[in-house]
Nanobody, 122 residues
Framework: QVQLVESGGGLVQAGGSLRLSCAAS????????MAWFRQAPGKERELVAS???????????YYADSAKGRFTISRDNAKNTFVLQMNSLKPEDTAVYYC????????????WGQGTQVTVSS
């Protein structure tokens, strides 16, 4: 089973950037759909962006409206890493960010990292 570890969180001023990385161990993430979720205090966990495919080499990317134009996800199957580049950060982006993975054949996000805190000050 894949194991996920996030890094790169921290404190940044509004308008700044952060790059979150998700390092996977075990099977190649090429066999998984990958996503970034976040959970702000008192709120439900929400999907930020995902990268899925049908098992071939084509991946489909989804961004939540709150992430469009500011966040970019990318994967490096050879290095087994999944990255969330966040630009133009806003205080409302403050949350714990989680990396998640699931098998391409199922809809449930099965594997989760421990999360990394992102705090955006105004």
């Amino acid at each position: 089973q894949v194991q996920l570890v996030e890094s790169g969180g921290g404190l940044v001023q509004a308008g700044g950037s952060l790059r979150l990385s998700c390092a996977a161990s075990g099977p190649s993430i090429g066999s998984y759909a990958m996503a970034w979720f976040r959970q702000a205090p008192g709120k439900e966990r929400e999907l930020v962006a995902s990268n899925t495919g049908s098992g071939g080499t084509t991946y489909y990317t989804y961004y939540a409206d709150s992430a469009k134009g500011r966040f970019t996800i990318s994967r490096d199957n050879a290095k087994n890493t999944f990255v969330l580049q966040m630009n133009s950060l806003k205080p409302e982006d403050t949350a714990v960010y989680y990396c998640a993975a699931r098998f391409l054949s199922v809809q449930t996000w099965t594997f989760w990292g421990q999360g990394t805190q992102v705090t955006v000050s105004s």
